[in-house]
Nanobody, 125 residues
Framework: VQLQASGGGLVLAGGSVRLSCAAS????????VGWFRQAPGKEREFVAA????????YYADPVKGRFTISRVNAGNTVWMQMNSLKPKDTALYYC???????????????????WGQGTQVTVSS
């Protein structure tokens, strides 16, 4: 699976951005999809994830109520709507796909088999 993340940019605090993760090579609906982010000098961290059919979604505490991950069943794109953005949301955002997060869990980087190249989101105050 080749993943392409897009939609990042520069936005004012309180603004919104919609990220897209498009897949080629395989059908993305066969994969659990997650978004992670990495700020300068920090480790990559879990942001959100969505199950194969979109029936279950998961969020890190800092983004609950502000970010929404979604997908169309059988589609090849996953989106993440990011609202009420804060400067601390500034990071390089990556999407990733997992056949089955299994025992490692959807929050674990090691659970994912494929990664996109990342898209930068910068939130200015």
């Amino acid at each position: 699976v080749q993943l392409q993340a897009s939609g990042g940019g520069l936005v004012l605090a309180g603004g919104s951005v919609r990220l897209s993760c498009a897949a080629s090579g395989r059908i993305l609906s066969s994969y659990f999809v997650g978004w992670f982010r990495q700020a300068p000098g920090k480790e990559r961290e879990f942001v959100a994830a969505i199950s194969w059919n979109g029936g279950s979604t998961y969020y890190a505490d800092p983004v609950k109520g502000r970010f929404t991950i979604s997908r169309v069943n059988a589609g090849n794109t996953v989106w993440m709507q990011m609202n009420s953005l804060k400067p601390k949301d500034t990071a390089l955002y990556y999407c990733a796909a997992a056949r089955n997060p299994g025992g490692l869990g959807y929050e674990s980087l090691g659970a994912y088999d494929y990664w996109g190249q990342g898209t930068q989101v910068t939130v200015s105050s």
